[in-house]
């Protein structure tokens, strides 16, 4: 069974900065497409971010300039470096990896941006 561990959310002021992590218990070469997604109180979960094994990256509009995904192969991690962090980024992040066959998901930290 695949297992990951989210780790990295917080509490921020407006313009600051965070790093989450995402540990896969077996290699992420094991996936083709790994991502972040959010969901804040009262929304539906939105993908925020994913990058596919051969390093093509997306982001949703809201974080484009601002949010980087990157993977490290040698850790089996997947990272989101947050940048100009705004209060509507206020919400929970989930990583999501997806395999030939499963999707697999993290447990969820928490990320909150306020004054």
């Known amino acids: 069974q695949v297992q990951l561990v989210e780790s990295g959310g917080g509490l921020v002021q407006p313009g600051g900065s965070l790093r989450l992590s995402c540990a896969a218990s077996?290699?992420?070469?094991?996936?083709?497409?790994m991502g972040w997604y959010r969901q804040a109180p009262g929304k539906e979960r939105e993908l925020v971010a994913r990058?596919?094994?051969?390093?093509?990256?997306n982001y949703e509009d809201s974080v484009k300039g601002r949010f980087t995904i990157s993977r490290d192969t040698g850790k089996s991690t997947v990272y989101l470096q947050m940048n100009a962090l705004k209060p509507e980024d206020t919400a929970v992040y989930y990583c999501?990896?997806?395999?030939?066959?499963?999707?697999?998901w993290g447990q969820g930290t928490q990320v909150t941006v306020v004054s």
């Open positions: 999501n990896l997806n395999s030939t066959f499963q999707s697999y």
């Open positions: 077996v290699s992420i070469y094991s996936f083709y497409v």
């Open positions: 990058i596919t094994r051969g390093g093509i990256t």
